[in-house]
């Protein structure tokens, strides 16, 4: 199983994934892959990604 590339997002860079993420007006492609890309950042496979966010698996991979 491949592991998503390790990401190391600074504390600004995850405040701005996370606002970009709940804003009502960002596309909801961005908010999606903000999302994937947090999860990501935590570690998780890609494998864990795709199936958290409901998506094909390739989706889930950086």
């Known amino acids: 199983m491949r592991v998503a ?6 504390a600004a860079a ?3 994934l996370e606002r970009l993420m709940r804003r009502r007006t960002t ?3 961005v908010a999606q892959r903000c999302r ?3 999860l ?3 570690g998780l ?3 864990l990604v795709a199936e958290q966010m409901q998506v094909a698996p ?3 991979t950086l």
């Open 40 to 42: 990501a950042a935590q």
């Open 45 to 47: 496979r890609d494998k």
């Open 14 to 16: 995850r405040t701005e």
């Open 5 to 10: 590339r390790a990401i190391e997002l600074s």
């Open 27 to 29: 596309p909801q492609r």
């Open 36 to 38: 994937i890309v947090l």
């Open 58 to 60: 390739r989706m889930g």
